[in-house]
């Protein structure tokens, strides 16, 4: 069974200050790993995504995330937060041997950027 | 690219009324459509899978004469929630993907659904 794991409910950071949230994930074959972003009342908007090749991969809006198979994690990153990067983000994983699945979600890690 | 309208935006409606609600794909045909339903606060629940013509398979605990999905065309599925109860009250979201390989799922703007 497919499973995404975000530990962290919230994530709190200053304006300019680096962001990481985590996610760690289980598929029983190949891992398709996705970030989506949601801001209140809407659905989710693409980020990245990760299939094979470089393990650093990067997304909209200055965010990247690395995939670590050891760990298995796919954790997402910026430089430099900003105040509008505060919303909900959600990690997501497919199996990518299972083609016509569909993506599974972990619970949730709300991002406030202080200013 | 990658479009996806969904509607109505919101729903409001007395008890025991049936709720229809519309996902198109605006700019790709969708061979796959998802509907999800999401809780405050909580992540996004798989309900159900459609892919065009075909019958929806539906996630276990979902009851399918109760979460009525149609996915007639490629760029259109319905979610008809039959007899709503005020239980049934949740955001839901539908999602298409293009073809069965390494697609991303692009999400409409869901719907949030209140059940008087």
């Known amino acids: 069974a497919q499973s995404v794991a975000q530990p962290e409910d919230q994530v709190n950071v200053a304006e300019g200050n680096p962001l990481t949230v985590k996610c760690t994930y289980s598929v029983s074959g190949n891992p398709y790993l996705f970030w989506y972003v949601q801001y209140p009342n809407r659905g989710l908007q693409f980020l990245l995504k990760y299939i094979t090749g470089d393990n650093l991969v990067k997304g909209s809006y200055g965010f990247e995330a690395e995939f670590n198979k050891s760990q298995t994690s796919f954790h997402l990153k910026k430089p430099s937060a900003l105040v509008s990067d505060s919303a909900l983000y959600f990690c997501a994983v497919r199996d990518l041997n299972q083609a016509g699945t569909a993506l599974i979600f972990g619970k949730g890690t709300t991002l406030s950027v202080s200013s | 690219g990658a479009v996806v309208s969904q509607h109505p935006s919101r729903v409001i409606c007395k008890s025991g009324t049936s709720v229809k609600i519309e996902c198109r794909s605006l700019d790709f045909q969708a061979t796959t459509m998802f509907w999800y339903r999401q809780f405050p606060k909580q992540s996004l629940m798989l309900m159900a899978t459609?892919?065009?013509?075909?019958?929806?398979?539906?996630e276990q605990g979902v009851e399918k004469d109760k979460f009525l999905i149609n996915h007639a065309s490629l760029t259109l599925s319905t979610l008809t929630v039959t007899s709503a109860h005020p239980e049934d009250s949740s955001f839901y979201i539908c999602?298409?993907?293009?073809?069965?390989?390494?697609?991303?799922?692009?999400f409409g703007d869901g719907t949030r659904l209140s059940i008087l």
């Open positions: 999602s298409a993907r293009k073809g069965m390989g390494n697609q991303p799922q692009h």
């Open positions: 459609s892919n065009e013509g075909s019958k929806a398979t539906y």
